[in-house]
């Protein structure tokens, strides 16, 4: 199988945060991610069921308005953040600046005060993750939509939340898999990969209308 190269990946992110007026900025060094990663830190001591602050320094996305904070280097693999992955992540968090921008404040509000809204939303953009790896394999595998779902838990949302996400993805894998795309980034992000790096389109699937 095609891999994506170093450049086509940082040519990607250069689109989709021009399409979508985000900017990506790297977690390390950053103040705001520090702090968030010591509120994180604080909120385990009361037992609440939040990443601990190396994990969510080294293994999560976060963005915030439109600004994208990555645990890695664009376009350079390090550990679970291969170049496809990032190509995901991106267009993920992309799906998100679009729901900010559709919502407005209230984006923020619903994410941070429900989780029943932040599974909601993450849904949403984890349909993204479904509607680009069907493009680049060809499949959506049975179990990526409970998988997808079941890591809202690191998220804080409770048992029902994930429950109620996976049949929604379960029910958008059906679509997907029929070749409908109709997330927001994933059209943005496939129709960009289609014409830059069409050898990475796994064989038989249509080109993204």
Not at 15 to 20: D, S, V
Not at 47 to 63: C, H, I, K
Not at 126 to 143: D, F, K, M
Not at 151 to 168: F, Q
Request: glycine share 8%; aromatic share 8%; charged share 20%.
């Amino acid at each position: 199988m095609n891999e994506p190269t170093a450049e086509t990946v940082r040519a990607f992110y250069a689109h989709l945060c021009e399409t979508f007026g985000a900017r990506v900025v790297p977690k390390a060094g950053s103040s705001l991610m520090s702090a968030a990663g010591w509120g994180l830190g604080a909120l385990r001591t009361v037992g609440l069921r939040v990443p601990d602050p190396a994990a969510f320094a080294s293994r999560y996305v976060t963005t915030i308005g439109s600004t994208v904070f990555v645990p890695y280097e664009v376009g350079v693999e390090s550990g679970p953040w291969t170049r496809w992955v990032q190509i995901e992540t991106i267009a993920h968090e992309c799906e998100h600046v679009a729901q900010r921008r559709r919502m407005g404040a209230s984006y923020e509000v619903a994410y941070l005060t429900s989780t029943r809204e932040r599974a909601h939303l993450e849904a949403d953009a984890y349909r993204c993750n479904l509607e680009l790896h069907h493009w680049r394999h060809g499949r959506v595998p049975a179990g990526l939509p409970g998988v997808l779902a079941a890591s809202l838990r690191d998220y804080g949302c409770s048992d029902a939340d994930v429950a109620v996400t996976e049949r929604h993805l379960r029910a958008s894998a059906a679509s997907v898999r029929q070749g409908a795309v109709v997330s927001e980034a994933a059209y943005h992000a496939l129709r960009w990969l289609d014409a830059h790096a069409p050898q990475l389109r796994a064989p038989g699937v249509a080109r993204p209308s």
